[in-house]
């Protein structure tokens, strides 16, 4: 594994968002958008891996995105499936760990049996953590949490005076990855839409007019040097002022 150089980050989180922007622009289905959208994820993460990154959390399907027509839900499940047929073995042979983070349940049930197939197949990868937010809500990740303490406490096998930030991100799905450094949005939108809401808490945070499926190499690294520039202070004085 590559040395980890300062001010470069070691998780890098992105709201993927403009697919059906960009079909509309080209006159095509939506549909056309996410697929384009599946071409930019694999070459972001052939980037990622060969840059060193430790981290990458990409935000693929939102709890809200349920709301969607159901053709189009329909489609971005398919697409799922087939990320997952045809990268698995590149992401294997490139020392991905992968890690599928959201409700889970409520997918199809042959979606959850490639999930769990893909993280056990990976498990003893030591490259980088590449993390799917899939029917992931950060805020029902929250309240997950928050249920899971409560209801230890009401067993009396926990102190509610113990709970701690710590206690509490070890509840949360990315317990086992750093807090994110950078968190990209594509397409112009300067909002999280509930991604990661905890656990950006001092993320850098950058805003992109591209869309999604014009997201490649170049824009990783040039967000990757935009971010090496920026001071993160989380509170204190600048580094500069200390030193
Ligand atoms: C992001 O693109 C992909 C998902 C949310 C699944 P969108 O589908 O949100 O594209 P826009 O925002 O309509 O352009
Ligand atoms: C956020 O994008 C979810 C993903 C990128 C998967 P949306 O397009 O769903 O967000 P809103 O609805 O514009 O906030
Ligand atoms: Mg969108």
């Given at each position: 594994m590559k040395e980890h150089l300062p001010n470069q980050p070691r998780h890098v989180a992105i709201i993927m968002d403009g697919n059906g922007r960009w079909a509309k622009k080209r006159h095509l289905p939506r549909e056309a958008g996410h697929y384009a959208g599946m071409g930019a994820v694999r070459e972001v993460v052939r980037a990622a891996t060969d840059t060193g990154l430790a981290n990458l959390t990409l935000f693929a399907f939102s709890s809200e995105n349920w709301k969607r027509p159901k053709t189009e839900v329909g489609a971005l499940m398919a697409l799922f499936r087939a990320y997952f047929r045809s990268d698995m073995d590149e992401l294997v042979e490139r020392n991905v760990r992968m890690r599928i983070i959201g409700?889970?349940?409520?997918?199809?049930p042959d979606i959850q049996q490639m999930i769990e197939d893909s993280e056990k197949r990976t498990i003893?990868?030591?490259g980088m953590n590449l993390t799917f937010a899939f029917d992931y809500g950060g805020q029902e990740e929250i309240a997950n949490a928050a249920r899971e303490l409560a209801r230890a406490a009401a067993e009396g096998r926990?102190?509610?005076?113990?709970?701690t930030p710590e206690l509490f991100a070890a509840?949360?799905?990315?317990?086992a990855l750093p807090e994110p450094d950078l968190v990209i949005r594509t397409s112009g939108e300067r909002r999280l839409s509930n991604f990661l809401l905890w656990q950006s808490a001092y993320a850098e945070l950058l805003f992109l007019d591209t869309l999604w499926p014009d997201f490649g190499r170049a824009e990783l690294l040039q967000a990757m040097e935009n971010f090496a520039a920026r001071d993160r202070r989380f509170g204190a004085v600048s580094s500069e002022a200390v030193a």
């Open positions: 409700h889970r349940s409520r997918v199809a003893a990868n030591t926990l102190d509610p005076e113990t709970i509840r949360l799905f990315t317990s």
